[in-house]
């Protein structure tokens, strides 16, 4: 071939791959649709590859079974709930002029009756009768003890009462109707268990936790045939931190909670009686505290239910009373109960009476008693 021939040739190649990439532009900016070549056919791109996974088996998910899979120890509460708390209970809100505050609500003012050698003022509103005794915390609903956090004084003839007292303790009964619940489910809560045996009979034979599992089978079918749908944290001999116990109500989303125990005063052997618990309302002294430190200005989240707490310890103090014929060892404030103050929903501890005492052990060693006991807490919920 002759040099100019061969020139030629080369210049008329490059001139076609020229044309042929001005045409087909580059890869890398080579748009996803149909490109149309020289030639007018349509060439679609080639379908890219996608490898779909395959989807593993679901898992078989079941409702935990509360005594065999406990939660975890987490507490089930945020810190805007315990802020939340900590805002409530001021005690700014609230006069102590317990005078002003019935006259307020239209109802008369408290009349002085003198009892042996205490002086009492009662008064009495549509909800019920309430009397305190001058200088301590006695106090009485519907004739049914509960105790204040400060002792009630007269000045100048005239009755004052702490600002607590009346937003914890007069605004939440007289002011209001009984407790009722938002939804009615519930769980009980058989104290102790397991390695925990609680309290042991001073008649030496029975243990705590056995007792109040009893009481807890019990009160569980009288609240399942009044309609309640009904949980408990343990159903055998299960140990149970008390963390655990409010993790289950928190799972299984209960609006109200209630412990079950006996008590005891040993190595005395005389008290004797129902006492009711529920969280005290920050500010106030505890009436029990064991060997803990009562941080009065402390709140928890379950404070945020203060008022249903107490509604709801009243009746079911009342009820089981009136259904044991107990004696009354007054509804009672505690800060230290872990299974309590966590709680986010109203919650109560039942103290059904002291294994210390041998007569009260026999009695309530017997199944008839833990009915009567079953039958009283079950009265209380609608
Ligand atoms: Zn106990």
């Not at 205490?118 to 105790?147: C, H, I, M, S």
């Not at 936790?209 to 749908?229: H, I, P, S, V």
């Not at 299984?252 to 008590?263: C, D, E, Q, R």
């Not at 800060?335 to 026999?362: H, K, T, Y």
Request: with cysteine.
């Amino acid at each position: 071939m002759r040099r100019g021939e061969r020139m030629f040739r080369v210049a008329w190649k490059i001139g076609l791959i020229v044309a042929t990439c001005g045409l087909w532009g580059c890869a890398a900016k080579r748009p996803s649709g149909p490109v149309i070549p020289p030639s007018g056919i349509v060439i679609h791109p080639p379908t890219p590859t996608v490898v779909v996974p395959v989807p593993p088996e679901p898992p078989v998910v079941r409702p935990p079974e509360p005594t065999a899979v406990p939660v975890p120890r987490s507490q089930p509460v945020s810190r805007d709930s315990i802020a939340a708390g900590n805002a409530t209970g001021s005690g700014l809100r609230h006069t102590n002029d317990i005078t002003a505050w019935l006259r307020d609500h239209g109802w008369s003012a408290p009349h002085p009756v003198t009892r042996g050698r205490d002086l009492r003022y009662e008064t009495e509103a549509p909800a019920g009768r309430f009397a305190v005794v001058v200088g301590q915390k006695e106090a009485e609903w519907n004739g049914r003890r509960l105790l204040l956090g400060f002792e009630p004084r007269v000045v100048a003839g005239q009755l004052w009462l702490h600002p607590l007292d009346i937003e914890s303790h007069v605004e939440p009964l007289l002011g209001s109707g009984p407790w009722h619940p938002v939804e009615r489910t519930i769980m009980i809560d058989p104290g102790h268990g397991g390695r925990q045996p609680g309290t042991r009979s001073i008649l030496g034979n029975q243990f705590e936790k056995d007792l109040t599992l009893d009481w807890a089978f019990r009160l569980r079918a009288l609240l399942e045939a009044r309609g309640w749908k009904v949980t408990m944290t343990r159903t055998n001999d299960l140990d149970l931190a008390l963390a655990e116990r409010v993790d289950l109500a928190e799972a299984a989303g209960v609006s109200v909670f209630v412990s079950l125990h006996f008590n005891s005063s040993f190595p005395s052997q005389q008290a004797a009686g129902l006492e009711t618990y529920c969280l005290t309302p920050r500010g106030m002294a505890s009436h029990v505290v064991r060997e803990y430190a009562d941080e009065v200005g402390r709140a928890f989240p379950n404070n945020l239910h203060d008022a249903d707490n107490l509604r709801l310890a009243v009746a079911v103090h009342r009820a089981v009373i009136a259904s044991t014929g107990s004696e009354d060892r007054a509804v009672r404030h505690a800060r230290f109960m872990d299974v309590l103050r966590w709680q986010n929903r109203p919650a109560i501890l039942v103290e059904g009476g002291f294994l210390s005492n041998p007569e009260e052990a026999r009695r309530i060693q017997t199944p008839e008693f833990r009915q009567r006991l079953a039958e009283g807490v079950a009265a209380a919920f609608p």
